[in-house]
Nanobody, 121 residues
Framework: QVQLVESGGGLVQAGGSLRLSCAAS????????GGWYRQAPGKQRELVAT???????NYADSVKGRFTISKSNAKNTVYLQMNSLKPEDTAVYYC???????????????WGQGTQVTVSS
């Protein structure tokens, strides 16, 4: 069964940093492209950052200059480095990735289970 396993969330003070990781379970799956989304209580899920197969990145205006998305093809992992965190960054962060496998005729999209990020003021 394919899974995206997220890690790295937690509690941090404003101005601090966290690094989120999203890994595809099983070494036979490869991550093409990925992204991070977040959902705060009472709000809709919103895009945080995306990275394409070729490495092109895109960010929400609210995180530009503070967050960096990257991926490791060797580790089949997508990362989100979050610096200068603010209380308004508090949310559950979800990983989304397009996976490929030799047994599939086309890439498939998967979501992680979510990881809580809480920024205290």
């Amino acid at each position: 069964q394919v899974q995206l396993v997220e890690s790295g969330g937690g509690l941090v003070q404003a101005g601090g940093s966290l690094r989120l990781s999203c890994a595809a379970s099983g070494s036979t799956f490869s991550i093409n492209a990925g992204g991070w989304y977040r959902q705060a209580p009472g709000k809709q899920r919103e895009l945080v950052a995306t990275i394409s197969r070729g490495g092109t990145t895109n960010y929400a205006d609210s995180v530009k200059g503070r967050f960096t998305i990257s991926k490791s093809n060797a580790k089949n992992t997508v990362y989100l480095q979050m610096n200068s965190l603010k209380p308004e960054d508090t949310a559950v962060y979800y990983c989304n990735a397009q996976l490929t496998w030799t047994g599939w005729s086309y890439p498939r999209n998967y979501w992680g289970q979510g990881t809580q990020v809480t920024v205290s003021s």
